[in-house]
């Protein structure tokens, strides 16, 4: 036996890395909060989609693992069009090969709509910028965006340099901007700057080395601006972001003339937040990526905040229609898989599984599509923020059936998928049954064991069937005479009553000794597309013997008194007197079987 084999537990233990201690006062509360008691933003509203830019090529794939091959880069470009994205920041050109290589192919082979203007980004040094403005050689529109770091971590621990020293790396970049642009006339400019993790850098300090920025770069003369300002990492509430913009937006120079970006990072979870008070707070534009990809834990997610808007009544000048294959394309190119809640698109999001949810849903749907002029089809159903077949989800996905689930999911699920509308005391019935079955099961149930336990328990009670039968009505009072075929013989059954119900039932009753009364009834057509799916063969039309296996397009509830005891049965067929009698026996034979039992 080898050393390793009999190496004692402990030992092994002592060989973990040391905890650190779990010491909050390692850490300093958020400095960087301008004075602003007159904000304003927290009394507006948003009314509007801001203008977007994507990053996934850039910010997106910068945090990947294996950075995206020019033929995903493409895929995504692609898609990032079909959305509807007017600003896409492809990549970072003088990085690597590839990133300069997929700028000129988009630009040699044409792949640039004529309304999508591209985006790249720099440092503020003059050997990357030549070689950025190389990269957009031919392009018809493009932002260049170059950035430099202003937060005072950075000036002190990586650039080693004061204010004014880290504000002539701005200046000095934007000037090169100027230059460089001058030697490519032939495409329409637009200069881009971000004074980088803006969000922890003093903000009248960040608005200083912005107005150098546009000293530089005459935003007031028609040069088009953009100044991004970054939440780089997110180091507080997104109120305090939003005081940030609106003071930024409030005291630089010449607001008027220049486009306010935000691009915020989700390090705290807050990124979409930000970026909605953000807008409030007086921003024009807003960076993400489709799914939040990005460094760390991400840039915003632009689908999020798109879908926000869209579920407040407002269009978010993207389309995510077609969303399935949007976040497929997403996720192949990123290689990251989506988290089945994450917001809109997640597996689970539309998906109920506790009762009174699912209740509550079900009422909801029920009454609009029954009042569906009064509320001029708006939705509004509880628990469901937007509708989801505008995403192309289905209502499969709404409600789902395991222990937590009550009557109104599994009648849910039996109405829309089978066509069964069932009565209140028969949901409570059969969900008495489901209930059973997934506590038993203890896992999710899938419709067609649902759909199964409820042909198992109302529809083929053993060998209970209605045969030939014959209904008269004679000198005010109906006349039942059939056969009934119980537990492998064949009975006759001869009953009278005010109608076929009543008399079939006195018949029942007269055969077998039993008292029986109905105490609820109900009935309804079944909708063609599902008229395959619960008639069980056993069907008498008319008192003609015909099976009706896919033609029933009537069910009947029924609810007896069988000596004292309630049983609820359903029966199915092509006739709705069929069908309330074969209900009748099956509440009858589980009676029976129970007695049996
Ligand atoms: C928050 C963000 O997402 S910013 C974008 C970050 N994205 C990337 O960095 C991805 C692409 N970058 C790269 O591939 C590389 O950084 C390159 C090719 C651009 C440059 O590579 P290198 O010059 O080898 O190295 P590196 O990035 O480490 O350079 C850092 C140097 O540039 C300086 N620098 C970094 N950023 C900037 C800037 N924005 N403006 C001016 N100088 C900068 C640093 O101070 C440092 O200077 P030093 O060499 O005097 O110490
Ligand atoms: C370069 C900038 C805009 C950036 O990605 C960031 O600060 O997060
Ligand atoms: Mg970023």
């Not at 497929?328 to 689970?348: A, D, F, T, W």
């Not at 009565?423 to 409570?428: A, K």
């Amino acid at each position: 036996m080898s050393d390793q084999a009999t190496r004692p537990v402990a030992s092994a233990a002592k060989s973990l890395p040391k905890k650190a201690a779990f010491d909050f006062r390692k850490y300093r509360p958020f400095a960087f909060a301008p004075l602003l008691p007159d904000r304003t933003w927290p009394s507006k509203t948003l009314e509007k989609s801001p203008i977007w830019a994507s990053v996934d090529l850039r910010d997106g794939n910068q945090a990947l693992i294996d950075p995206m091959t020019i033929e995903q880069k493409m895929r995504f470009f692609e898609t990032l069009v079909e959305v509807g994205f007017k600003e896409i920041e492809i990549g970072f050109p003088s990085a690597a090969q590839v990133e300069f290589d997929f700028a000129r192919k988009l630009i040699e082979e044409n792949h640039v709509p004529d309304d999508v203007t591209l985006q790249v980004l720099v440092q503020a040094r003059e050997h990357l910028i030549a070689r950025t403005f190389e990269s957009l050689k031919g392009a018809k529109r493009a932002i260049v965006h170059v950035y430099n770091s202003t937060c005072r971590i950075q000036r002190e621990k990586v650039y080693g340099k004061d204010k004014d020293e880290i504000k002539e790396i701005a200046i000095t970049g934007a000037k090169l901007l100027v230059e460089y642009a001058a030697k490519y006339p032939e495409t329409e400019w637009v200069f881009q700057y971000s004074p980088e993790s803006f969000s922890q850098t003093e903000t009248e300090y960040a608005v200083e080395v912005c107005d150098a920025v546009c000293d530089v770069w005459q935003p007031e003369n028609g040069q088009e601006v953009i100044l991004n300002l970054p939440a780089t990492v997110e180091a507080s509430t997104p109120n305090v972001f939003a005081d940030q913009v609106e003071y930024f937006c409030r005291n630089l120079a010449k607001r008027e003339h220049v486009t306010i970006s935000l691009h915020t990072h989700n390090d705290r979870g807050c990124a979409v937040a930000a970026a909605e008070l953000g807008v409030l707070a007086g921003a024009d534009r807003i960076e993400g990526t489709l799914l939040g990809n990005g460094e760390r834990t991400g840039n915003m997610d632009i689908m999020v905040m798109a879908m926000n808007l869209f579920s407040q009544g407002i269009d978010p000048e993207l389309d995510f229609s077609n969303m399935s294959e949007i976040v497929q394309v997403v996720s192949e190119c990123n290689n990251l898989p989506v988290h089945p809640r994450h917001p809109y698109i997640g597996e689970l999001v539309f998906t109920a599984f506790s009762g009174s949810h699912q209740d509550a849903i079900k009422k909801c749907l029920d009454y609009n599509e029954k009042h569906i002029e009064e509320t001029e089809n708006v939705w509004d159903v509880a628990y469901l923020p937007i509708d989801p077949a505008h995403i192309g989800r289905s209502y499969q996905d709404v409600v789902r059936i395991n222990s937590q689930s009550g009557k109104g999911g599994v009648a849910y699920i039996l109405q829309r998928n089978y066509g069964f509308n069932l009565p209140r005391w028969m949901q409570i019935d059969f969900s008495g049954v489901v209930q059973k079955q997934a506590e038993t099961a203890a896992r999710e149930l899938q419709n067609d064991e649902i759909l199964q336990t409820f042909e198992d328990t109302y529809l083929q009670q053993g060998s209970f069937e209605l045969l030939d039968y014959t209904v008269n009505n004679k000198g005010g009072k109906v006349y039942f005479n059939g056969q009934v075929q119980m537990n492998g013989d064949t009975i006759n059954i001869d009953g009278t009553g005010n109608g076929p119900l009543s008399s079939f039932i006195d018949g029942l009753a007269q055969h077998t000794g039993k008292s029986i009364h109905v105490i609820n009834y109900a009935e309804h057509a079944i909708n063609p597309q599902h008229s395959d799916v619960n008639s069980d063969g056993n069907g008498i039309d008319d008192g003609t013997n015909t099976d009706n296996k896919t033609n029933a397009n009537a069910a009947a509830y029924i609810q007896l008194n069988v000596d004292g005891e309630v049983y609820s049965g359903i029966g199915t067929c092509s006739s709705t007197v069929s069908a309330m009698l074969k209900g009748a026996l099956s509440a009858f034979a589980q009676a029976v079987n129970t007695a049996a039992a």
